[in-house]
């Protein structure tokens, strides 16, 4: 049994969907979170973390708006490195205070390169921040550049921003990240999906206002540090079959045949489960040795291969 796993956390992690967002909360929710993470460490895992942001970058990208004429606003790369530090600093610290000096623990602020080519900068497509009504849509669109969609027709606010979501081709800090683990500490890096970043000609790096999936990101990441093991958590038991209908069922175990086949099929949205299923898929075909979809309150049983969807090559 491999004993590396790229731990990929969800958005139900760190802030709960009926939650404001406060300190408390998500330090809460972080603690239960790290409870698990821990009992992996403990039963001899190297592991890799990575995370989620939403919520976390949306809060930052209005409070930029409304204090701009305060402060100068940041560009949306740099407040996802604000939200690597934040969301790092709290499962780091909460993991220290349930492992005390077991095991090094450590947040990397980390780059993951992508093509400034990528067709979806052309076609931008992934929602950020607040809702806008069309007034304050077309204003910000001719003083910024921004693009925008009616994303809640009938609303009183029905725009929003979008920006590109192009995939992710390297981890900048991916050596670094590979001895530390190496060296016995947990690493948690890449959070949000990382900051994207481009090379330019002179082969400088230059952020971009982007947002990388954070599975896919993630996926990479595992590939990078040559994790065994990719165990995506979320808020759902596992990868289902007719999702939504009355013949949903959940996936115990699936080939990548069959991965790829229900994928082809269109059983898992685009919006929420296919990136997830699409990470394990290339997982898989990049040689780690399982992947596993599973609700954060099974993290334990689903490393051991007793809960979640596990995906195996045959």
Known sequence: MGR????ALGGNAIKQP??????????????NTCRQIAEIARKGYEIVITHGNGPQVGNLAIQQEQAQ??????PLHVL??????QIGYMIQQALRNILGDEKPIVTIVTQVLVDRNDPDFQDPHKPIGPFYTEEEAKKLEEEKGWRFRLVRPGADKPWRRVVPSP??????????????????????????????????????????????DKDLAGEKLAEEVEADILLILT?????????????????RRMT??????????????????GPKVEACIRFLEHGGERAIIASLNQAVEAIEGKAGTQVVRG
């Open 167 to 212: 995939q992710p081709l390297g981890i900048v800090e991916a050596p670094a990240i590979k001895r530390m683990v190496e060296g016995g500490a947990i690493v948690i890096a890449s959070g949000g999906g990382g900051i994207p970043v481009v090379r330019g000609e002179d082969g400088k790096l230059e952020g971009v206002d982007a947002v990388i």
């Open 69 to 74: 004429h305060l402060v100068p606003p940041q």
């Open 18 to 31: 009926d939650e404001w967002g406060t300190y408390e909360e998500q330090m809460r929710n972080v603690y």
């Open 80 to 85: 996802g490195a604000m939200t690597q530090g």
């Open 256 to 273: 990548l045949e069959e991965a790829k086949a229900y994928m082809a099929e269109g059983q898992f949205p685009p919006g929420s489960m």
């Open 4 to 7: 590396r796993v790229l731990i």
């Open 235 to 251: 808020d759902v038991e596992g990868a289902m079959l007719d999702y939504g209908k009355p013949t949903q069922r959940l996936i």
